[in-house]
């Protein structure tokens, strides 16, 4: 059977040992771990090898979520694909929206208003809240502390009321266009946000009590899974993970993009490059995400909130769709054939929750990409698994996959 | 035991610690309200499906909080999210490793029909690979609308003739779960 | 700054050529000499990150297939832009740089699963996203967004369920706006209309 076995056949484990690939040992043990495992997080899977309880070959098997992304975004217009930018890391959506647009626009040479960038900021640091609370939530039950992941739901759910109520959409937002987004702040959602703030931080705090400095917490993740800052950096680590190993390095700092010039926040980085590390990394950027949110309320520019002058780009807004005929026309153009680009390519990264969320975009001109890259931060991150697991016990790469905080939706694209 | 003084009739009044009714309205009313999941957490709609279990929906109102990974300890298996080619099989498998009886509930748009990915890599629905007892819309589907899903199937359990289908058919049974 | 690197490059590399680009430095290499390049750009030009490995398909332009490159310097906060154009059209091949940026093995192999470009050099060479046994390349241009039919990976599940990969139903689905015709004919349309729901697709 050893020739027939495909790669999702459970037949593999056993075929892997009868083709005599190591002697049969009773120490030994083929073990593969998903693509339905509560610790995977999705639909990773792992082929380990183990001794004893120590693993000594770990293989991840991804695409078990490839859904085609990059062939979809080259059959149809810009900002048909913002939808498909939603799934994409499906704990940020909004973070992905704003990266995609601010691809496009680049390749437009379009600058939105400040008022459309400082919104953007806004909902970034907002679904990077949510996506922290997630990781850190899904972090404490795989490694036996549920009462975090209730809190952590708890406060998701309150940011899910504000981003329903200024999207339409609990989590799939499909918020921004290319050239603005889809519609204005409502009226008093600014304040809502501000009062979140404020009850949010005490929440963290008891998060904080619940798990730093936890024994059993510490146990299982301190020491666990370091990665060296050369590996880091070699396997094209980014985000929190990256930083954890003690790279500053975080684009919102190096290339700033939408204004992020503008807002006053630290990075946090790690000294070890631990499951600990990185936990911490992601607790403290939290924090951070609170202040610049509160630095943008504070200062939210008036204006309009879409790009006005760019009337081949960005759709214009209902009311006057139906009232002018120039408008009408102008929708129309933009809906049947798509934001009309120029021909040429860029390369543009956002700092997302996860890491760095690249489009490379080929343009032949036109309402559609020639093609259309996705590069996924938990793509790279999980790359650097097989260096890392080799050498950990079994219990531990659980708790070095919940410290990844990765999302196959993203990383299969 | 029942005592002497207690009349037995066809009655479903409660009469003592005696009640009457059709094994069916018994099993049936047993097996709906302690439904385990198997939560086959895919993707987006997993997150719906773990808001569901979390705090301000709290699936534990309708019985079905014990989600369990393991298939051999599940009754319905909640498909939530986009079934590519690559993972089908595997959904297969798990669902062959269910015990009878089983259900299915395809949870949001990609797996009932494969959503709004029309490409080469998903399958256009998983009702192709398992039989699937309640499909909810959405993409994602709220939390909501997954009790109501939930709802639904127990109200199909409800009316299933489960005496007559102790028997499993030989089409129920697990081939594939020798591993 | 932009033309500096690249005319620094140039210098010392003498085949590679300016390459038109609307944000960052690129450079067009050919593929004898990105072994090299790659090596330098890491270790001299403090190009230390691998961000991201992308192959295109330039359908009838020669050469078909190329692999474009983003680089990412730490110290300099910038990218460069790195493309190598595949010699052959029919086995497109180009070196690996797995040894200079750990990272490229599995934005290589996602490069060769989705074009079939090979990477010379490579220690594992196998597909990623799809299983390892599926006959196309996807983002190939010829490919269509709905897929041709095929088997499914598992056998045992095929026979079980009767289930195939099939094409995927495109009527509804992913519609664009031709850039060329009449206006009244530009409306959005499915890519693919040989086929729709009603008349199947024949088979291949």
């Given amino acids: 059977?050893?020739?027939?076995?495909?790669?999702?056949?459970?037949?593999?484990?056993?075929?892997?040992?009868?083709?005599?690939?190591?002697?049969?040992?009773?120490?030994?043990?083929?073990?593969?771990?998903?693509?339905?495992?509560?610790?995977?997080?999705?639909?990773?899977?792992?082929?380990?090898?183990?001794?004893?309880?120590?693993?000594?070959?770990?293989?991840?098997?991804?695409?078990?979520?490839?859904?085609?992304?990059?062939?979809?975004?080259?059959?149809?217009?810009?900002?048909?694909?913002?939808?498909?930018?939603?799934?994409?890391?499906?704990?940020?959506?909004?973070?992905?929206?704003?990266?995609?647009?601010?691809?496009?626009?680049?390749?437009?040479?379009?600058?939105?208003?400040?008022?459309?960038?400082?919104?953007?900021?806004?909902?970034?640091?907002?679904?990077?809240?949510?996506?922290?609370?997630?990781?850190?939530?899904?972090?404490?039950?795989?490694?036996?502390?549920?009462?975090?992941?209730?809190?952590?739901?708890?406060?998701r759910e309150k940011l899910y009321t504000l981003f329903e109520e200024l999207t339409g959409a609990r989590f799939t937002t499909s918020y921004t266009r290319i050239g603005?987004?889809?519609?204005?702040?409502?009226?008093?959602?600014?304040?809502?946000?501000?009062?979140?703030?404020?009850?949010?931080?005490?929440?963290?705090?008891?998060?904080n009590d619940l798990l730093t400095r936890n024994r059993i917490f510490l146990d299982r993740t301190e020491g666990v899974a370091e990665i060296s800052k050369e590996d880091a950096i070699g396997y094209g680590l980014t985000g929190p993970n990256l930083r954890?190993?003690?790279?500053?390095?975080?684009?919102?700092?190096?290339?700033?993009?939408?204004?992020?010039?503008?807002?006053?926040?630290?990075?946090?980085?790690?000294?070890?490059?631990?499951?600990?590390?990185?936990?911490?990394?992601?607790?403290?950027?939290?924090?951070?995400?609170?202040?610049?949110?509160?630095?943008?309320?504070?200062?939210?520019?008036?204006?309009?909130?879409?790009?006005?002058?760019?009337?081949?780009?960005?759709?214009?807004?209902?009311?006057?769709?139906?009232?002018?005929?120039?408008?009408?026309?102008?929708?129309?153009?933009?809906?049947?054939?798509?934001?009309?680009?120029?021909?040429?390519?860029?390369?543009?990264?956002?700092?997302?929750?996860?890491?760095?969320?690249?489009?490379?975009?080929?343009?032949?001109?036109?309402?559609?990409?020639?093609?259309?890259?996705?590069?996924?931060?938990?793509?790279?991150?999980?790359?650097?698994?097989?260096?890392?697991?080799?050498?950990?016990?079994?219990?531990?790469?659980?708790?070095?996959?919940?410290?990844?905080?990765?999302?196959?939706?993203?990383?299969?694209? | 035991m029942a005592e002497q003084k207690h009349e037995l009739a066809y009655d479903t009044?409660?009469?003592?610690?005696?009640?009457?009714?059709?094994?069916?309205?018994?099993?049936?009313?047993i097996r709906s309200h302690s439904m385990w999941p198997m939560p086959m957490g895919l993707a987006c709609c997993a997150i719906e499906l773990m808001a569901a279990a979390s705090s301000r929906f709290d699936i534990a109102r309708f019985g079905a909080e014990v989600m369990r990974f393991s298939p051999r300890q599940a009754d319905v298996m909640i498909v939530a999210g986009t079934v590519t080619y690559k993972m089908a099989p595997a959904v297969r498998r798990i669902y062959d490793q269910m015990a009878a009886p089983r259900w299915v509930i395809a949870m949001g748009a990609c797996a009932s029909t494969g959503g709004m990915y029309r490409s080469y890599a998903v399958m256009q629905g998983v009702d192709r690979i398992v039989p699937v007892d309640v499909y909810v819309s959405g993409c994602p589907p709220r939390p909501e609308a997954l009790l109501d899903g939930l709802l639904k199937l127990q109200k199909k359990v409800a009316g299933e003739r489960s005496v007559q289908q102790l028997r499993v058919p030989e089409s129920a049974q697990a081939p594939h779960s020798s591993l | 700054m932009s033309e500096e690197i690249v005319s620094r490059l140039q210098e010392r590399f003498t085949e590679i050529t300016p390459r038109e680009s609307l944000d960052w430095p690129a450079v067009n290499c050919p593929a004898r000499q990105w072994a090299d390049l790659a090596a330098a750009l890491r270790e001299e030009y403090g190009y230390r990150f691998l961000m991201d490995v992308s192959g295109v398909d330039w359908k009838e332009e020669a050469p078909r297939f190329m692999v474009v490159y983003h680089l990412f310097s730490t110290r300099k906060h910038a990218y460069l832009r790195v493309a190598v154009a595949c010699p052959e059209d029919k086995e497109p091949e180009v070196p690996s740089v797995v040894k200079v940026w750990p990272t490229a093995d599995w934005h290589e192999r996602e490069t060769y699963d989705m074009f079939g470009i090979r990477f010379r050099g490579h220690p594992e060479l196998k597909r990623i996203l799809m299983w390892e046994d599926y006959p196309f390349h996807p983002l190939r241009k010829e490919f269509p967004l709905a897929g041709w039919e095929t088997e499914l990976p598992d056998r045992e599940v095929a026979e079980q369920t009767g289930a195939k990969v099939i094409g995927a139903p495109m009527m509804g689905g992913p519609f664009v706006a031709p850039d060329e015709g009449p206006m009244s004919e530009r409306e959005p349309r499915a890519r693919d209309e040989t086929w729709t729901e009603k008349n199947p697709k024949p088979k291949k």
């Fill in chain 1, 180 to 207: 603005g987004v889809a519609r204005d702040l409502p009226g008093g959602w600014l304040g809502k946000v501000d009062k979140f703030c404020d009850q949010f931080l005490p929440v963290l705090d008891d998060c």
């Fill in chain 1, 244 to 413: 954890a190993s003690g790279v500053p390095s975080d684009l919102r700092k190096d290339c700033p993009y939408s204004g992020y010039e503008h807002y006053e926040f630290d990075v946090p980085i790690g000294a070890r490059g631990d499951c600990y590390d990185r936990y911490l990394v992601r607790f403290e950027e939290m924090r951070q995400s609170i202040r610049i949110i509160r630095q943008v309320i504070q200062s939210m520019p008036d204006g309009p909130w879409y790009a006005e002058e760019a009337k081949k780009i960005f759709a214009p807004p209902k009311d006057k769709v139906m009232t002018s005929m120039e408008e009408l026309i102008q929708n129309f153009m933009i809906v049947t054939q798509g934001p009309q680009m120029p021909a040429g390519e860029v390369y543009f990264e956002a700092e997302n929750p996860k890491g760095a969320l690249g489009f490379y975009i080929v343009s032949k001109g036109g309402g559609v990409p020639y093609r259309l890259k996705i590069r996924s931060p938990s793509f790279c991150n999980l790359s650097i698994l097989p260096k890392v697991a080799r050498g950990c016990m079994i219990g531990d790469v659980v708790s070095l996959l919940g410290s990844f905080d990765f999302v196959m939706g993203e990383c299969d694209s």
């Fill in chain 1, 1 to 155: 059977m050893a020739k027939e076995a495909t790669e999702v056949s459970y037949g593999d484990v056993l075929s892997r040992v009868s083709r005599g690939e190591g002697e049969l040992q009773p120490d030994r043990m083929a073990l593969s771990m998903g693509p339905s495992h509560p610790s995977t997080h999705g639909v990773l899977r792992l082929m380990l090898d183990l001794d004893g309880e120590t693993v000594t070959r770990c293989e991840p098997v991804v695409g078990y979520l490839h859904r085609g992304d990059e062939k979809i975004a080259e059959n149809m217009t810009y900002n048909q694909f913002v939808p498909y930018t939603d799934r994409l890391d499906y704990l940020a959506p909004l973070a992905n929206n704003v990266a995609y647009a601010l691809a496009v626009e680049k390749l437009a040479a379009l600058e939105v208003p400040p008022r459309c960038q400082a919104i953007r900021v806004l909902v970034s640091e907002m679904s990077r809240v949510s996506s922290h609370l997630m990781g850190l939530g899904a972090y404490a039950l795989d490694i036996g502390a549920m009462t975090v992941f209730l809190y952590t739901f708890t406060e």
């Fill in chain 2, 13 to 29: 009044k409660i009469e003592g610690d005696i009640v009457v009714t059709r094994a069916d309205a018994a099993i049936n009313w």
